[in-house]
């Protein structure tokens, strides 16, 4: 399942802002609580600073897992967003990285 946490693009395809984000939280909260799921992969630090209100450095705590502040027992795992790593090919070693973060998280075995 892949969403937003704006329900619709801002003007000039900019960063949401704070309010923006803030305005569509119930509604992505509302998508979270209905697909239960067991990790979320937020692509971007756009996308964790939506859910969990923390803007951070992405290349500092890319790779790294918190915990959804609504329910404990949905890890989060922040990310390069692929659009990035289409740009900057030195990134796809680090995301790679990650996406095997993600199957040991779900318990995939390749």
Same mark, same amino acid.
């Given at each position: 399942?892949?969403?937003?946490?704006?329900?619709?693009?801002?003007?000039?395809?900019?960063?949401?802002?704070?309010?923006?984000?803030?305005?569509?939280?119930?509604?992505?909260?509302?998508?979270?609580?209905?697909?239960?799921?067991?990790?979320?992969?937020?692509?971007?630090?756009?996308?964790?600073?939506?859910?969990?209100?923390?803007?951070?450095?992405?290349?500092?705590?890319?790779?790294?897992?918190?915990?959804? $502040?609504?329910?404990?027992?949905?890890?989060?795992?922040?990310?390069?967003? $692929?659009?990035?790593?289409?740009?900057?090919?030195?990134?796809?070693?680090?995301?790679?990285?990650?996406?095997?973060?993600?199957?040991?998280?779900?318990?995939?075995?390749?």
């Amino acid at each position: 399942y892949i969403t937003n946490v704006v329900k619709s693009r801002p003007p000039g395809n900019r960063k949401p802002t704070k309010e923006e984000m803030l305005s569509c939280l119930p509604y992505l909260r509302k998508e979270i609580e209905i697909i239960k799921p067991k990790l979320i992969v937020c692509l971007g630090s756009t996308a964790l600073e939506g859910l969990l209100g923390k803007a951070l450095p992405i290349t500092k705590h890319r790779g790294q897992v918190f915990e959804y $502040p609504y329910s404990r027992n949905i890890k989060v795992l922040l990310t390069y967003h $692929p659009a990035y790593v289409l740009r900057n090919p030195s990134a796809d070693r680090e995301f790679m990285e990650d996406m095997k973060k993600v199957k040991a998280l779900l318990g995939i075995i390749s």
